[in-house]
C-alpha cells in the first residue's frame, strides 16, 4: 500500500556537479547563447489598440513570453513552459563594465600604457609564473596583490623604455581613468596637430597637462596587444575569464523576456514595462544617436558627451545605486537594476533562494504555558484546522477516518480534502455529500485530515542562528490565538513572550515525522553542542516555586497539599502509587518538609 506522498529519492545519474565557476564572457559567448540581435528600439508595433512586440526589439517574441495568450516562436512553448531565451545588443563604442572597473584599473597598472609589456623584471615575472602554477598554501588573491604591488613599483618599462606614471579613477569623473603622465612630444603631434592649426596656444598649454584619461578603446587596445604568456599574470585574480578585454563591454546580454514581464492594462491603453526593459530601450536609443554622429561626422566633443551618456546607462543597467553621476546624466526616477535584483533582503538570493515561502506552515505570537510537558506546544483549534497531515487510509483507521470526514472541515477533528488513489482526484470536504464520501472511503485512500493532539510538528524562532533553533514538538490543540510552549524550552530558541512570533511546519510524510521525533526532539537537545552546558532548564517560576514549596518557614493548608499531590501524580500512567499525607494537627496547616515527604514516601 503505497503512501499519500513519496519520499524523495534521488535518480541516479551518470554525472555529478563537482563545483561551479563563473566568468565573465566574451562577444563570441554572447553571440552563441543568444537567439538574435535586438536593434529596434521600439517595445511595440505602431498598430491601434494591439499590442504585437516590435520585431528584433527588446520585447521581441523570439525571446520568450509573457502573456498568457502568446507563444514563444524560438520553441513555441506558453508562458509557463518556455524559460525565456537571450538576446544581445552590439554597441557602437565600447564602455567599461561598472563592475569590473577596480579590477581594469589595477590591470592597467600592471601594464606599459605604450607597448602593453609586464611591468615586471624577467626574474620576477618567471617567480609569479612559479607561484601561480605551484601556489601551495597561497590564494591567487594574495599572488595577484603582490603581483600589483610590484608593478606599481616600478617607473620605466623595461621593454620600451616609456616612463609609466599612476593610474588611478579619474576625480570628479565616473567610470573614467587618469593616467599620471605629461603627453609625449610624439603623441601632441599626431593626435593634437589639426587642433594646434587652429589654436596655436594648445602648443604651450598641452605638456602642461599633468594627466591623460585612458578611454576603453584605448584601454582594449591596450588589453588586445598583451603577451600570451604574460595573462596569467594579469587574469590570476579573475578566475576563468579568458583574456583582459572581456572587462570591457562591447555586447550587452538581452535576458528573457519572461523575467521582465510586461503588465497590459486593461483600464487605459497601454503597458507598464520592468525597469530592464525601459534601462534597454535607452540604450538602444543612445546607442543609434552615438551611430548618427559617427556617420554624419559630428564634432569630436559631441561624440564624448553622448559617449559618456552610453556609458553611465550602461553603468546604471547593471548596478542602479552607482554614485557620483553628473546630474545632467542622473536618473528621472529610481529603478531597479540587475545587482539590485540580486542582492538585499529583497533579492534573489536573500528573498527567494534562501528565504522561501512553503506550504504547511502557520505563524503566530508566542506565550508561555507552563501546564505543557516541554515538548508540547499549544496550537491554536484554529491554525489546527487549517494544517493538515495525509493520513493513509486502512483497514486499523478506516473507522475512525470515516468520522472525521463527516465532520468536514468546520469540525474539530475533522478533515478538508480527500483523494482517490486510483484516478487521483482531489475532492473538498465543504461541499458535497459528506455522507457519502465517507462511506465510499476505501483502503488506499488520502484524507488530509487537521493537526490532532500528539501529531509531530517543526517549531523555529527566526533568527536561525543553530540547528536548535529548529525542534520538533508534539501538538496539543487548545483555544486561543497563540502558539503556547513551556517557558523552559525558550532558550534554545532565544525567545521571550513580548510579542515575538514563531513559525511551526508540519512534516509530510511518515518518515518526516519518524526523522523529526528522533533527530529534532526537544528531549534529545537538553544540552547545547556547543560546550555540552544545559539549555533546557527549570527558570523563573519553576525556580521560585520550587523555593516557595520546600522553604522550612512554609505551611499550607491541607487542601493544598491534596491539590498538590494530585498535580504531581500521573494520572494517566498504569503504575498505581499511593500517596500519604500525614495526619491533620490542631491547626490544619502543614509544613513544606510534611508536604514534600507525602509524594516522597
Known sequence: MGIGKEQFRESDKSRRVAGVQFCTGDREMLRKMSHLEIFNNKLYEEAPGRFLPAPFGPLDT?????????????????????????????????????????????????????????????????????LIRNRGIRTMKSIHADIVKSCKKTARCENCGM???????????????AHGEPIPDEQIASDYAL????????????????????????????????????????????????????????????????????????????????????????????????????????????????????????????????????????????????????????????????????????????????NLKIDQIGVPIHVAKILTFPEVVNNANIEYLRKIVKNGEEIHPGATHLIDHVTGNKKSLRYGNREQHAASLKPGDVVERHLNDNDVVLFNRQPSLHKISIMSHRVKVVPGRTFRFNECACTPYNADFDGDEMNLHV?????????????????????????????????????????????KDSFFPRSEVHRFAAAVVDVTGKKQRRVRIPPQRSVNLLSSGQANSSWNS
Open 195 to 370: 587642433a594646434s592649426q587652429n589654436n596655436k596656444d594648445l602648443l604651450v598649454l598641452i605638456p602642461s597637462v599633468k594627466f591623460s584619461l585612458i578611454d576603453p578603446q584605448r584601454a582594449i587596445k591596450l588589453f588586445n596587444n598583451v603577451e600570451q604568456e604574460d595573462i596569467p599574470l594579469l587574469m590570476s585574480n579573475a578566475g576563468d575569464t579568458n583574456h583582459p578585454r572581456d572587462f570591457i563591454v562591447t555586447r550587452i546580454a538581452v535576458p528573457p523576456v519572461c523575467i521582465r514581464p510586461s503588465v497590459v492594462s486593461q483600464l487605459k491603453a497601454g503597458s507598464t514595462e520592468d525597469d530592464l526593459t525601459m534601462k534597454l530601450t535607452e540604450i538602444m536609443l543612445i546607442n543609434d544617436v552615438l551611430k548618427k554622429h559617427k556617420r554624419d561626422g559630428a564634432p569630436i566633443k559631441t561624440i564624448n558627451e553622448t559617449w559618456d551618456h552610453l556609458q553611465v546607462q550602461c553603468a546604471l543597467y547593471i548596478n542602479s545605486e552607482l554614485t557620483g553621476i553628473p546630474p545632467e546624466l542622473q536618473p528621472k526616477k529610481f529603478t531597479r537594476g540587475l545587482t539590485q535584483r540580486l542582492k538585499g533582503k529583497q533579492g534573489r538570493f536573500r528573498g527567494n533562494l534562501s528565504g522561501k515561502r512553503v506550504d504547511f506552515s502557520g505563524r503566530t505570537v508566542i506565550s508561555p504555558d507552563p
Open 507 to 551: 512534516p509530510q510524510t511518515y518518515e518526516a515525522r519518524a526523522e523529526a521525533s528522533c533527530l529534532m526532539n526537544v528531549k534529545s537537545n537538553l544540552i547545547t553542542p556547543r560546550s555540552g552546558e544545559p539549555l533546557i532548564a527549570a527558570i523563573q517560576d519553576f525556580i521560585t516555586g520550587g523555593y516557595l514549596l520546600t522553604h
Open 62 to 130: 523570439r525571446l520568450g513570453t509573457s502573456l498568457k495568450t502568446t507563444n514563444c516562436e524560438t520553441c513555441n512553448q506558453n508562458m509557463t513552459d518556455c524559460v525565456g531565451h537571450f538576446g544581445f545588443i552590439d554597441l557602437e563604442m565600447p564602455v567599461f563594465h561598472s563592475g569590473f572597473f577596480p579590477m581594469i584599473i589595477r590591470m592597467l597598472q600592471c601594464i606599459c600604457k605604450n607597448c602593453s609589456a609586464l611591468l615586471l623584471t624577467e626574474n620576477d615575472r618567471r617567480r609569479y609564473l612559479r
Open 163 to 177: 616612463k609609466n606614471g599612476i593610474v588611478k579613477k579619474a576625480v570628479g569623473a565616473v567610470l573614467k581613468i
